[in-house]
């Protein structure tokens, strides 16, 4: 079955402290996977997609990185407004993947000043 | 500007009283979706159109029913509400060229008593 776990659950940090989430996988193939920021009352925004392990992606303080098992979400220097839920989803290329995005539970975000 | 528009944005309704979630979006995206978001378990796609009457079920389609009759709108019908369909809902788009990137809503948070 394909699954999407993310951890931690929640993260407190202060301001400039470094630090990564992670997001593993299981899925029948691979076609994208996928990390959105959802602020509260929001909808989730797009950040990354990566497509092959090895592959890295980087927005001012966030690089994402893929292996074939898991990505992380690395925050270098965060500030307050890194503030979010983060949101990891996977493309299956089967099973009728095109067409759906399996979503992880997300991990809470809390940068203090 | 870009984006996709959900009304309402907070409804309390009652069991068995049908309800209509409304979406559309002016990005003249062909494809279409709706995600319900409940703590603990990530976005779960519940319906989703490739085009104008053209609609499949996604994870979670019990209970609902979908319409494509237009480009830039998809509702979502409850026809009779039940207290497990409290949740917070999310309508999507995306072009189904390039990149793929869903745009989402703001969100609708439905409370069925």
């Known amino acids: 079955e394909d699954q999407v776990t993310q951890s931690p659950e929640a993260l407190r940090l202060q301001e400039g402290e470094s630090s990564s989430l992670n997001c593993s996988y299981t899925v029948s193939g691979l076609r994208g996977l996928f990390w959105y920021r959802q602020d509260p009352g929001k909808g989730p925004e797009f950040l990354f997609t990566?497509?092959?392990a090895g592959e890295e992606k980087e927005k001012e303080r966030l690089k994402a990185t893929l292996t074939k098992k898991e990505s992380f979400l690395h925050i270098t220097a965060p500030k307050p407004e890194d503030s979010a839920t983060y949101l990891c989803?996977?493309?299956?290329?089967?099973?009728?993947?095109?067409?759906?995005?399996?979503f992880g539970a997300g991990t809470r975000l809390a940068v203090h000043p | 500007e870009a984006q996709v528009t959900q009304n309402p944005r907070y409804l309390i309704t009652v069991t068995g009283k049908k309800l209509t979630v409304t979406c559309s979006q002016n990005m003249n995206h062909e494809y279409m979706s709706w995600y319900r978001q409940d703590p603990g378990l990530g976005l779960r796609q519940i319906y989703y159109?490739?085009?104008?009457?053209?609609?499949d079920k996604g994870d979670v389609p019990e209970g609902y029913k979908v319409s494509r009759k237009e480009k830039r709108n998809f509702p979502l019908i409850l026809e009779s509400p039940s207290p497990n369909q409290t949740s917070l809902y999310f309508c999507a788009s995306r072009r189904t060229t390039g990149e793929y990137v869903l745009t989402f809503g703001a969100g609708s948070r439905l409370t069925v008593l």
């Open positions: 989803a996977v493309q299956p290329r089967f099973s009728g993947g095109y067409n759906k995005l399996i």
């Open positions: 990566l497509y092959s």
């Open positions: 159109s490739m085009n104008v009457e053209v609609t």
